[in-house]
T-cell receptor, first 113, second 110 residues
Framework: GDSVTQMEGPVTLSEEAFLTINCTYT??????LFWYVQYPGEGLQLLLK?????DKGSNKGFEATYRKETTSFHLEKGSVQVSDSAVYFC????????????FGKGTSLLVTP | DAMVIQNPRYQVTQFGKPVTLSCSQT?????MYWYQQKSSQAPKLLFH???????NEADTPDNFQSRRPNTSFCFLDIRSPGLGDAAMYLC?????????FGPGTRLTVL
């Protein structure tokens, strides 16, 4: 079945550092890929998405590119801020499973001043 | 501006005392979901509605029920909460292939 694997956290970075959170997936069909962010005590917010190979999703300085050849959707940001501290979830959905979200385990990011 | 609204944000109940969590949406989306998220874990799908068609995940305990009286509202009923049901409960709607989440209700069971 479908699954998502993302790098273990916590990740601790200094402000203005470069961020990469790795995400790889296995899927039977042609999934859509998502990154959601969860701030402490809050629900999940859609950060970005990509629906087909080579699509790049971007938002708030974050980017991720749908790489079918490596089945990856790594999240990157060139310069993180303290306010980016949160838990980041990579997820996929497919039409043949009713678009149910299949989440990775989440990666906690802490950015220090 | 809130699109998926969950009330209350924090709910405390006693062991075995029924509790209802509510979700409403202003997006007019056909599909609504309930997830359970325990501490430091990914959300786990409990069930979803496509319009009024109810779909239960195979491993969702019988203790959890849901109602959707109309497009805008969806309720999660926990008939006899146990200590293991303490979690964040997330409601979401879907348009196309994208889900939109509410802020969640944090349930504490004493």
């Amino acid at each position: 079945g479908d699954s998502v694997t993302q790098m273990e956290g916590p990740v601790t970075l200094s402000e203005e550092a470069f961020l990469t959170i790795n995400c790889t997936y296995t899927a039977t069909g042609y999934p859509s890929l998502f990154w959601y962010v969860q701030y402490p005590g809050e629900g999940l917010q859609l950060l970005l998405k990509a629906t087909k190979a080579d699509d790049k999703g971007s938002n708030k300085g974050f980017e991720a590119t749908y790489r079918k050849e490596t089945t990856s959707f790594h999240l990157e940001k060139g310069s993180v801020q303290v306010s980016d501290s949160a838990v980041y979830f990579c997820a996929l959905s497919e039409a043949n499973s009713g678009y149910a979200l299949n989440f990775g385990k989440g990666t906690s990011l802490l950015v220090t001043p | 501006d809130a699109m998926v609204i969950q009330n209350p944000r924090y709910q405390v109940t006693q062991f075995g005392k029924p509790v209802t969590l509510s979700c409403s949406q202003t997006l007019n989306h056909n599909v609504m979901y309930w997830y359970q998220q325990k501490s430091s874990q990914a959300p786990k799908l409990l069930f979803h509605y496509y319009d009024k068609d109810f779909n239960n995940e195979a491993d969702t305990p019988d203790n959890f029920q849901s109602r959707r009286p109309n497009t805008s509202f969806c309720f999660l009923d926990i008939r006899s909460p146990g200590l293991g049901d303490a979690a964040m409960y997330l409601c979401a709607t879907r348009s196309g292939n994208t889900q939109y989440f509410g802020p969640g209700t944090r349930l504490t069971v004493l």
